[in-house]
């Protein structure tokens, strides 16, 4: 088990600042998810980290050891850097068979050849795929390949597994299966693992800690939980969260029991939040309630559309030129363009500055 | 590391410098940038310098000259002086005609037969394009030779052709020698270059765009001229370009057909200069022909307006329906077959009658002889030359020939695949660009001007290399010379190919940049390096404008000791190489092909 630390990173690709003074601590036996959206430097950080790209500033340490320092001019090359790593594509080498593909790192390193064949079988057992040694890459699934590329991964026995969006090749229903069968690997082999993903869910699901990333930067690190409870700052709430958040402008005065909430077509009262002046308020669609009655607390909204998912309705609804969605779980009937009363719960809303863009101060709940 | 007394931050700095330039692609680039800088930049610079000093043979021609002292002399003779109509213009003319004669009728007939062999319901599309490429597998001069054999009248040639003795209809000389022959005779060779540039162009053609056009409506008339005819023409454009700068530097056809009737055009007059020793004078010729092709290469990136267009696609086999040709289907395949017969079939088969002919002059059966093939010398027939198969020289040159191919073949596709990975690898960066422009010069240079270029070189040692002249191993640097921008383009993509995250993997798991070479790279880009292998050997085997200055008895070709006959009049034992010659190349490209599934259009690059 092995702990990574960024300390102030920049890297360039040309005049393009693809990582801009980053810093990031995994601690031993985490699992850090890198997510953002394309072109956030996410693929970048993981692959100066697994010493495939050098950073232009900044140091990386793996178990305090440094592996790389602009100021020392220290880079050590990536296979002394004891990880392993899972790349997008799989990269399997499509003239060497499964057993050839898992055995290579080994083989490298010298072991002798009962032991490579006894790890390699051993894996390739563990991974449900042992009987298909002697294929080649391109004869199997996509899914079966992921899984040799994994072998491949783990056969050297590495401290720190990277993985760089492996599932985003799947197919649905595998992602899902697959993902399970990742937590589980990283809970047995305790290794700490960096992943990289631009798909929401698998951050939220598979991960100890997620760190957010946005134009090189880190917006925010954090559990899971946070993340999606507690947004840092407008990118990470509209990033995180499907259906996305409902990101609203109002006016926040101060006042008796709490801040008072003014948008452009109706009020909220009694905000624990302290807040004054424009701001956005943060509202994820399942806290808001929907009455098919008129209720005195909800305000009267209509409907717009009704998507049934089965076990969740997805309900958009709209009061003037203001547009809600709202996750619905119950069982209920609801039909377009009639009217229903929305209750917004005041201590589930999240209030950001309007000109920064950061959380005011976290709600309690 | 010892304490050192330099600032503390240099170290650091250095360390990461060192680091940096020590990276696999960088000290590859910079080995192969030396290596392209002593074959490409060094031998033209050499040439330009040659024409503006004076020579040691100056010293008949102009009084009081020091050999080594500049002057603008050999300029001044070739383009304004008594001797420039003769020198320059007439052989300027004489190419322009030929070679834009050759590029229309070679393009109009290669694109047809490529739009009838991809597009159409054309029946037997596949043998047809099998047997449609095998002109560009052949030497160009071999139907010239035909030409002759057919053609070539009695006032002129000396006896009679095929087509006289059959018919007694005396030949017009304008149909036995001269321009028509030689633009006939070349377009049926170059015509295969645009058929295998332009159907690859249409293969990879996207039919969606094509039925997209369609369901709006469109006509098939209007899918053709409006969506197809638009898509492919970089294509069309750029084989026009390269059959121009290829015919213009072409030299045994004009040769053949030209100088009997004294209608030189510049290859052959370069040619003619330099066997008089008159290299300045010849080299000057050779920058024109340069310049020109440069010219008209920049000329097409300007029109298309798309940097690289020469760079083909390659089919990734979109199916669609075939446009039916209906009423004329096989009216177009009768025309189609007897086209073929007459280009590559016909010229063979007179070939071979003429190689049986004791008596050059008969065409009677009871003439047929197998003394050119397999017959002892006789002082009494052609001078005492015997048959190919006995003499000496035909086994050394057909050695000579294998050698050259292949030793060209393995160090060109090898060369292109380390080319690649440094351009690949390096991509972005000015070494990798600096490589991929010196590495595309000899594609502006006309095969001729190429060679003359190379006479000049290597003749004394020059700073690691020694001298080469008149050795085997100039025509392989030669050879590997000029196939430089057709082997960093196919290893380029072969490299391209293979894609970074497969090494990258290795590099993770710990593998050096020589294990990833051996175990990753070169076993990845094999279909690569076996086309472009195919391709090299093919035409270093058939090459003549290349070499033809540059051999001398101990290391003739093939190509070039039939050069030899058929310049002394030998025709039989001529036509006897020539069809030798065929038999070897068609054998290695089945082999080939057979054993290893690689395709000649592959190697062409891209």
Redesign the interface.
Known sequence: MHSIELRNITKRFGKVVAVDDLSLVVARGNFLTLLGPSGCGKTTVLRMIAGLEEPDAGNISIDGKAVFSAQEGVFVPAAQRNLGLVFQSYALWPHMTVYQNVAFGLELAKRPKPEIKQRVGGILKDLQIRDMEERYPQEMSGGQQQRVALARMLAPKPGIFLLDEPLSNLDARLRVDMRSELKRLHRDTGATTVYVTHDQLEALTMSTHIAVMKEGRVRQHASPGEVYRTPANLFVADFIGSPKINLLDAIATPGEGGTHLKFATFDIARMPTRASGAVVAGIRPEDIRIALEPDPNGVEFKVYSVLPAGSEIIVNAHLGATSVVIRETRDINIEMDRPIWLAFDPKRINLYDKQTGNLITPSKN | MTAVAFPTWF??????AW?RLTRPHIVLGLILLTVLFYLVVIPLLIMIQTTITWQVEDQRLARGTVPGEFTLFHWDRVFNSVISQTMLWTPLQNTLVTSIGISIFALSIGSLLAWLVVRSDLPGKGYISSIAIIPYMLPSWTISLAWIVVFKNQRIGGSMGFFEALTRIAVPDWLSYGPVPIIITLSLHYYAFAFLLVSGALQSLDARLEESGEILGASRWQVLTRITFPLVIPAVLSALILTFSRAMGSFGTPAFLGNPVRYYVLSTTLYNNIQSRLQADGFVLGLVLIAISIVTIYINQRIIGVRKSFVTLTGKGFTSTPVHLRAFKYPIFIIVITFLTIAVFAPLLFLGYQSLMLNKNSYALDNLSLHFWIGESNPKIADGIGGILQEGQTWASTWNSVALAAITGVITSLLGIFLGYAVVKGR?TWLSKIIEQVAFLPYLMPSIAFGAIYLGMFAQPMGPIPALYGTFWLLVVVSVAKHLPYSSRSGTAAVMQV?G??E????????SWF?RFR??II??TTAGLVSGFLLTFITTMRELSLIVLLVTPATRTLPTLNFRYSEQGYHQPGDALAIMLVVIILFSEWFVRHFRGAQIGKGLGA
Not at chain 2, 11 to 16: E, M, Y
């Open positions: 170290a650091p700095t250095a360390r990461r680091r972005g894609g995250e497969l990258e993997a290795a590099v993770v798991g710990g593998a294990t175990r990753i076993p990845l």
